[in-house]
C-alpha cells in the first residue's frame, strides 16, 4: 500500500506537493519522493525514511515548476530496505516519464519477461512499479511510432496507450504520471481496487489548478482545493500544463471493486473514497458488529467498551451506544511511534506494541472489558494488547473486530502475503482467542461489511474482500500463486534475518523473531 499524488498549478507545486504527502504518511513510512516539472526538464528528490526526513530546505528549493507527483511508499513488493525503490521512477523514452503506482501487480514476472526480452528495456529495480512504467512507456512509444506526426504527442495516443497496458497488466493499481513538455496522467485499474480521486481549485482569474491523489485528505489541506469525484474503474485523466482537462474510459468490462480494507483499516478516517466517508463507514461496521455481539455475548458480563487506537474508534463508540453499554478511552497512544501493522518483521512489530500503546490500570482493574479493533491480521498486536490489559488489572477481556477474519493472502497491495502469517488461517473464532489469550473473540460477518460499504455507495458492483473470501477478482491468482508467493517470502526473510539458513530445509516462521 502507498499513496499518490500530483498537481497542475498555476503556482510552484512544491510546498504543496510536501503538504499533500504529509496527510498521506499514513499510507506509508518506508520512502517518499517528489517530482516536478518545467518545460521539459524533471527535479527529482526521494529517499528512504519519513517525509519530514526525506526532504530538507535545500532540497525543496531545488523542486521548482508548476507541476509534479509524489508518493509516499509502503512496500510489499521489491526489496524494502532498498533507497533505489523510492518512488517515482523515471525513464527517458519516449519523451521522458515519471511515474508512481500505489498497488500491486500479479504478473509481475511475465511483465518483466517481455520488458526485458521483447522490449529492450532495462528493469533497475525489483519494483513492479518500474516495470509498470516500463510497460507503459513500450506502449506509448508503439502509439507514437505509428503517428503520422512522431514527434508530437497527441492526447489520443496516450489514452491508447493506457488501454493498451491495461490489456497486459493484472493487478491494482493507482497511478499518476508526468509527461515531459505535456502535462500530468492518472489511471485506475480496470477493477478500482486501489483509491484515485480528482480535485480542483477555481482562481479568481478564471485558471483551474487540478489534483490527483489516493485519498482526498492530501488536497482538501490547500486552500481552495475540492473534491470533483473519484476516478472511475479503468478510467484515465490527463492534464496539460496550461490546465486543460481530459479523461476517458480505458478499460473493456470495468467494474468497481474497490477493496474493502482500505475502508476497514488503511485510509483516514477523514478522508472519501469512491463517494463514502470513511468514518461513516467505520460508524455503521459498529453497529452491525454490535447485533453480532449480542448473538455471542452476554452484555450483563460487559462492564466497558474500549477502543484499540486509532482506527477502530468509530466503531467502537457506535457499538458502545447501541449496546447501551459505557464507551472509555484505557489505552493511550504514543503518536511518535509509526503505524505496527506496517512494520517489517513481527518481533519489531511486537516491540513497538508496547511503546506505542499503554494502559490506565484504573480503567481496566476488576472489569470485564469489550476491546474493538479495526481487524486481526497476524495477531501479534492483539495478543500483546490482551496481555497488557489483563496485567493492568481486567477480570475478562472479550475482542470485536470490525473485520472478518483475514484467513487469505492479499496480492494487491496490502502486507499480509503468506497463509501461515495469518491467525485466522485454519482457525476458529474461539481458537483465535485461545491463540490472543482473550475468553472470546467475535468478528465481523463478510455479508455485513459489505453491505455497510455498499448502503453508502449503491454504486459499487463489487469488492476485492480476497483477505476475507479468497476470491481474487483479477482472476490469475490461483494456489500454485500463493505457493509460490509464500515461498518467495520465506527466501526474502531467510536472506534478511537468517542468511545461514538459506539452503537448509528449516522453517523462518519456527522463529518468532523473523516472522
Known amino acids: 500500500m502507498c499513496g499518490v499524488l500530483g498537481f497542475v498549478a498555476n503556482e510552484a507545486v512544491n510546498q504543496i506537493l510536501y503538504d499533500g504527502l504529509q496527510m498521506l504518511q499514513h499510507r506509508g513510512q518506508d520512502a517518499a519522493g517528489i517530482v516536478t516539472l518545467t518545460g521539459n526538464r524533471f527535479h527529482m528528490h526521494k529517499g528512504k525514511g519519513m517525509v519530514r526526513e ?11 515548476g508548476n507541476a509534479g507527483i509524489a508518493h509516499v511508499r509502503y512496500p510489499t513488493a521489491g526489496n524494502a530496505g532498498s533507497s533505489a525503490e523510492s518512488q517515482p521512477f523515471y525513464v527517458s523514452s519516449p519523451f521522458g516519464i515519471v511515474l508512481a503506482h500505489n498497488g500491486n501487480l500479479t504478473n509481475t514476472e511475465e511483465l518483466y519477461d517481455s520488458v526485458y526480452k521483447t522490449y529492450l528495456r532495462h528493469v533497475n529495480t525489483q519494483s513492479d512499479s518500474e516495470v509498470l512504467l516500463n510497460v507503459f512507456a513500450h506502449e506509448l512509444r508503439q502509439q507514437v511510432t505509428q503517428s503520422p506526426t512522431p514527434h508530437q504527442l497527441s492526447v489520443a495516443s496516450i489514452f491508447q496507450a493506457v488501454t493498451e497496458l491495461h490489456k497486459r497488466v493484472r493487478g491494482a493499481y493507482g497511478v499518476v504520471a ?11 485499474d ?15 482569474d478564471g485558471t483551474v489548478d487540478y489534483a490527483v491523489a489516493s485519498e482526498n485528505i492530501a488536497f482538501t489541506c490547500v486552500d481552495g482545493f475540492e473534491i470533483v469525484r473519484d476516478l472511475d474503474a479503468g478510467e484515465a485523466v490527463f492534464i496539460t500544463l496550461d490546465g486543460q482537462f481530459f479523461s476517458q474510459h480505458c478499460a ?8 474493502l480494507f482500505e475502508f476497514v483499516y488503511f485510509a483516514r478516517p477523514d478522508s472519501v473514497v469512491d463517494g463514502i466517508s470513511i468514518y461513516q463507514a467505520r460508524a455503521n461496521m459498529g453497529i452491525t458488529l454490535a447485533e453480532k455481539v449480542k448473538q455471542h455475548i452476554n452484555l450483563d458480563d460487559i462492564d466497558v467498551v474500549m477502543t484499540i487506537p ?6 467502537a463508540m457506535e457499538l458502545a451506544k447501541h449496546l447501551n453499554k459505557p464507551y472509555r478511552e484505557g489505552l493511550i497512544k504514543n503518536r511518535y511511534i509509526g503505524r505496527t501493522f506496517i512494520m517489517p518483521g513481527q518481533a519489531t512489530r511486537k516491540k513497538s506494541v508496547r511503546q506505542k500503546l499503554s494502559p490506565i490500570p484504573s480503567e481496566f482493574a476488576g472489569k470485564n472489558v469489550l476491546l474493538v479493533d479495526d481487524s486481526i491480521v497476524r495477531g501479534t498486536t492483539s495478543r500483546e494488547i490482551v496481555d497488557m490489559v489483563r496485567a493492568a488489572g481486567a477480570k475478562k477481556v472479550f475482542f470485536a473486530s470490525a473485520a472478518p477474519e483475514v484467513r487469505y493472502p492479499n496480492v494487491y497491495g496490502i502486507d499480509m502475503p503468506t497463509r501461515e502469517e495469518l491467525i485466522a488461517n485454519g482457525r476458529s473464532p474461539s481458537q483465535i482467542a485461545q491463540e490472543i489469550n482473550a475468553d472470546l473473540c467475535i468478528f465481523q460477518d463478510l455479508s455485513d461489511l459489505e453491505n455497510v460499504i455498499r448502503e453508502l455507495n ?5 469488492f476485492d474482500s480476497s483477505c476475507f473470501s479468497g476470491c481474487y477478482i483479477t482472476g490469475d491468482v490461483d494456489e500454485d500463486y500463493l505457493n509460490e508467493l509464500s515461498a518467495s517470502k520465506k527466501r526474502i526473510l531467510a536472506e534478511k534475518y537468517h ?8 522453517s523462518i ?6 516472522a
Open 509 to 514: 516462521n519456527d522463529n518468532e523473531d523473523a
Open 458 to 462: 449503491p454504486k459499487i458492483q463489487g
Open 178 to 188: 508526468m509527461i515531459a513538455g505535456y502535462g500530468m496522467l492518472a489511471f485506475r
Open 252 to 259: 473493456e468490462n470495468a467494474k468497481l471493486s474497490p477493496c
Open 310 to 315: 486509532d482506527s477502530s474508534r468509530p466503531s
Open 499 to 506: 542468511p545461514t539458513l538459506i539452503n537448509h530445509n528449516v
Open 54 to 64: 526525506v526532504f530538507r530546505t535545500r532540497n525543496m528549493r531545488e523542486l521548482v
Open 190 to 204: 480496470p477493477n478500482g481496487i486501489r483509491p484515485l480521486v480528482l480535485g480542483k481549485r477555481e482562481n479568481a
